[in-house]
Structure formats: C-alpha cells, structure tokens
C-alpha cells in the first residue's frame, strides 16, 4: 500500500507503453508487494476505428447495493473477446462486509485465451470507458489466462488504482475464493483454481506482516492517515486469527478480534467509528497521539505475532 498513484494514461489512438507506476501493497491493499508496471507491447495493435464487441450480459448480482448490482452488469456486458470462462467475485464484495462508496470491488476473471497485446489494449479501453460511473475507481480485476490459475508466483494481467499492471493473485485471495468468492459469471472457483494449503496461507501472512507492514511501521508519516490506521490493525487482527485459527475474517470480524489482542481501546472505537458509523468529532491532536499509539502497538505485535509462527 502506498499514497494513491496518479491516473494512468487510458487509451485514446494507441496502446500506452506504460499503464501508470507500480503500487506494492499488502494482503489487505491492492494486490501484492509483488506488483510491477505494465508493459502494453508494440503500438497500433488494434486498427484504427476498433471497437470492442460486447457479450451476452451474464447473470447479474441478485441482490446488493444499486449502484454496484448496475456497475458489474456494465463490466459483464462489456468483457468482451477474450471472453471469460469465469469471473469472480473476493474480499469484501463476496464476504458480507462490502460498503457501497468505501469498499474496492474486487474481482478475478479467468479469459479463455492468452493475453497478447490485443487483449491488453481491448482491457484497458473498458475500462476507461466505466470510468464515468462513480464506483469505478474502485473496480479492481485480475484476469487470468489458461493454464495459469495454478502458479501462485505469476504475475497477471490486473487492472487496479486506475492503471494497468501485473500482479500475483496472493494466497489469502485464491481461500477467499475457495470458502466464499462469488461466481458472478461461470465456473465456480473450485472447478479452475487449486486449493490453498494452511501452512501456505500462514507462511504468506506471517511475512506480508514480517516484510511489509513491520517497516511500515518505522514511518512515521504514514500514520497520520486514516487508511494505514485502518489497514494496518485490521491487517494484524486478520493475520493473528489465520496464524492461529487457519481460516479468514472479515475486516468487520478483525475489528472485534482486535481487544483481545491487546489493541487500545481508543484505536479500536476510532476506526469502528469511522467504517461502520459514530464517530465523534477528533479532538485537537487525536491524529498524531493516535499514529504514535498505532506504531507503539502494531510493532511489538508484529513481532510477537512472526516470532510466535517461528
């Protein structure tokens, strides 16, 4: 996770050679640390004039937010060739914690070809095209092509944070999708994907913790935001409950997690106030007493937490 990239450049008369910057992140962020830019090929893949063909909607959410239900029919409807053998729905969207207007739509589609060129450019030019509706920014999809649902190391084609760019699909995402992902369009995910071990998904979210929010930690600036606030304890919470439980939480089930591991009280009704209603009014200095409370908390808990899988 990082401060919010720029707007990529979006397709206008050629494929762009770069699709915006790289955004590392979390388990619970975009993606992975794993992330690199997007290299979109050779200019003029598509002739002049292309438009890209829709399919046949597919079946649409039954039930859900308006304004989401609408948005994902717009990107069923306009998935054009590569046409999806699947599309996914994870995180919050399929959990049960999704919030209209706050939580990322996240998605994976499995193609029934190779990406080639053409395929990134056709991509990109969809969704510049859903990026008038309000939600879109949050709009995140991973797409897969054949015969790669199985290498957890590869990076994939993966539109997010309005750019274009490659990323792994993380352990924790490929056991969302096995104990709750939403098929939105289809083969179910346990038909394509292979299954997660447990010492696997430990192994990822001990380090995620380890080699990613440990260092964060030692900035101090980045604490003074709500979102690393947020993401950093509900992150740890999460990570803690799989160490010891081998299974996934919600965001709002981490939330609840986080007293009995030793949380501040005031950092907990903070960001319970915030996501989920109620919040008062921040005093004079709340925003930089509750960094360093933050940083004082989550850096021995890490360390517990990675010495403790150890």
């Known amino acids: 996770m990082t401060t919010e990239p720029p707007p990529a450049r979006l397709p206008t008369a050629r494929p762009p050679a770069v699709l915006g910057p790289a955004v590392p992140a979390s388990l619970s962020g975009p993606g ?63 959990g049960g914690d999704y919030q209209e207007g706050r939580s990322d739509l996240d998605l ?12 990134v450019w056709r991509l990109a030019l969809l969704h510049a095209r859903l990026r008038g509706d309000p939600l879109a920014a949050g709009l995140h999809c991973t797409y897969l092509a054949p015969g790669t649902t199985g290498d957890a190391a590869r ?80 992150t740890f919470a999460r990570a803690a409950v799989t160490v010891r439980e081998n299974r996934l939480i919600s965001k709002r089930e981490a939330l609840d997690e986080l007293p009995g591991l030793g949380a501040p009280g ?11 209603g109620g919040a008062a009014p921040a005093a004079a200095g709340w925003t930089a007493r509750r960094a360093r409370l933050t940083r004082s908390y989550l850096g021995p808990a890490i360390d517990r937490l990675v010495a403790s899988y150890a």
């Open 155 to 234: 990076r994939h084609l993966t539109w997010a944070h309005r750019q274009l760019l490659r990323r792994p699909v993380t352990p924790v995402t490929r056991r969302e999708l096995h104990t709750f992902g939403r098929v939105l369009h289809g083969a179910p995910p346990v038909e394509l994907l292979p299954p997660v071990p447990d010492d696997e998904l430990a192994r990822f979210v001990v380090r995620d913790q380890r080699d990613f929010w440990r260092p964060a930690v030692r900035r101090p600036h980045l604490w003074r935001r709500d979102a690393w606030v947020d993401l950093g304890l509900l």
């Open 266 to 276: 005031e950092l907990v009704a903070d960001v319970r106030g915030r996501r989920y």
């Open 108 to 119: 994976i589609a499995v193609l029934d070809r190779p990406v080639t060129p053409e395929t």
């Open 32 to 94: 992975s640390a794993g992330e690199v830019p997007l290299r979109s090929g050779a200019a003029g893949v598509v002739p002049p004039g292309s438009v890209v063909a829709a399919v046949a909607p597919a079946a649409p959410l039954s039930a859900g937010p308006v304004a989401t239900r609408a948005l994902i029919d717009r990107f069923l409807t306009a998935l054009a060739p590569p046409a999806p053998a699947a599309v996914w729905a994870h995180g919050s969207l399929a």
